[in-house]
């Protein structure tokens, strides 16, 4: 167990259905950071958050919205979905706002839109 | 815009020592990362250069060159539970985001 705690683990929806991934980061981690992977790909970066605040932006697209929680808890909003959003997200936590000791990873929320 | 290089697949021995590449170019860079991923698991974190060198964990070691843009993790004394997929990560300017790469599939061999 890294301490990050990610839910559902299993989801399978219709295409133009909306979901929401849930993310717990480790304890006194104040940055969260969300990812998605597809089938044999790399990690593709959406967005960071640190303490509440939206930090940075990857290619996240707008039918994807994202927030962090005073409890700093975070969901990641999917909507409209489409066949090609199905993948492996993947929510990550670090303490420095920088990450430079590195990202603990969660298990993942694998999502498959039928 | 930015991007990261490293080989689709690697195969080695068991006990052998093997090196996985990574090129990297970015508007802005302030350290490289590597992790480990096995099949179906979560992505988890083995090292990070901020400074040109080598650093050593165990049986895995990290070198950066800035000035070439250029990194790479060595597995020594190669075990089969270190069949996975290794991934180069760039932490951009201002440190707020990684940008990983497309992965090292690494297959180790009795």
């Known amino acids: 167990d890294s301490g990050v705690t990610q839910t559902p683990k299993h989801l399978i929806t219709a295409t133009g259905q909306r979901v929401t991934l849930r993310c717990s980061p480790r304890s006194g981690d104040l940055s969260v950071y969300w990812y998605q992977q597809s089938l044999d790909q790399g990690l593709q970066f959406l967005i960071q958050?640190?303490?509440?605040?939206?930090?940075a932006k990857g290619n996240i697209l707008e039918r994807f919205s994202a927030q962090q929680f005073p409890d700093l808890h975070s969901e990641l909003n999917l909507s409209s979905l489409e066949l090609g959003d199905s993948a492996l997200y993947f929510c990550a936590s670090s303490v420095p706002r920088t990450g430079t000791a590195g990202y603990t990873f969660g298990s993942g929320t694998r999502l498959t839109v039928v | 815009g930015q991007s990261l290089e490293q080989p689709s697949e690697v195969t080695a021995v068991e006990g052998a020592i093997v090196q996985i590449n990574c090129t990297y170019q970015t508007s802005g860079f302030y350290g490289l990362s590597w992790y480990q991923q096995h099949d179906g698991g979560a992505p988890t974190f083995l090292s990070y250069n901020a400074l040109d060198g080598l650093e050593e964990t165990g049986r895995f070691s990290s070198f950066l060159s800035r000035s070439d843009s250029y990194g790479y993790l060595l597995l020594q004394e190669l075990q089969m539970k270190d069949s996975a997929s290794y991934f180069c990560?760039?932490?951009?300017?201002?440190?707020?985001?990684?940008?990983f790469g497309a992965g090292t599939r690494l297959f180790v061999k009795a």
């Open positions: 990560a760039v932490l951009n300017t201002g440190g707020f985001k990684t940008i």
């Open positions: 958050y640190y303490n509440g605040e939206e930090r």
